[in-house]
């Protein structure tokens, strides 16, 4: 586990664009925390580094977006609203970011679904707003350089 202050919400978002240098075709990033932690932030930041020209906004309402400007596929899933593993099979959403990365806002509720190899990232906010990331690799996740992003 690798563990990262971000005084600043730029910080969260730059984390996430240096987190891009080490995303490759297949990847799952599970992103875990309460509403407003900076979780889409994060995703903001990844698609920049991704190259993805579009605004990243939150899937909460619509529950899934594509994003395919950018260097490769990026898909970025809230299944906040989702009521069952069924209703998350149904997105087809591993499919649609084989060439890609899967993001997953709320991530711990399915995280048992992706399989073994992912990244986890665990935000918590600090009563000054400065955020702390838990990032917990997992499979292939593990052999990476992941402290480079410190």
């Given at each position: 586990m690798i563990e990262i202050r971000c005084p600043t919400p730029a910080d969260t978002e730059s984390l996430g664009g240096r987190?891009?240098?080490e995303i490759r075709s297949g990847d799952i990033v599970v992103l875990s925390g309460g509403l407003g932690v900076g979780?889409?932030?994060f995703t903001r930041g990844l698609a920049t580094g991704l190259g993805v020209e579009e605004e990243v906004?939150?899937?909460?309402f619509i529950?899934?977006?594509e994003y395919r400007s950018g260097f490769m596929p990026l898909v970025h899933v809230d299944v906040y609203r989702l009521g069952s593993f069924n209703e998350f099979d149904d997105l087809d959403v591993f499919e649609a970011a084989r060439e890609g990365v899967l993001v997953i806002e709320w991530g711990e509720a399915v995280e048992s679904a992706v399989?073994?190899?992912h990244l986890r990232i665990e935000f918590d906010v600090a009563e000054d707003e400065s955020r702390t990331l838990r990032l917990v690799p997992?499979?292939?996740w593990s052999r990476?350089?992941?402290e480079s992003l410190l």
């Amino acid at each position: 586990m690798i563990e990262i202050r971000c005084p600043t919400p730029a910080d969260t978002e730059s984390l996430g664009g240096r987190l891009a240098a080490e995303i490759r075709s297949g990847d799952i990033v599970v992103l875990s925390g309460g509403l407003g932690v900076g979780k889409t932030l994060f995703t903001r930041g990844l698609a920049t580094g991704l190259g993805v020209e579009e605004e990243v906004t939150s899937p909460s309402f619509i529950i899934a977006r594509e994003y395919r400007s950018g260097f490769m596929p990026l898909v970025h899933v809230d299944v906040y609203r989702l009521g069952s593993f069924n209703e998350f099979d149904d997105l087809d959403v591993f499919e649609a970011a084989r060439e890609g990365v899967l993001v997953i806002e709320w991530g711990e509720a399915v995280e048992s679904a992706v399989g073994s190899n992912h990244l986890r990232i665990e935000f918590d906010v600090a009563e000054d707003e400065s955020r702390t990331l838990r990032l917990v690799p997992s499979g292939d996740w593990s052999r990476r350089p992941l402290e480079s992003l410190l």
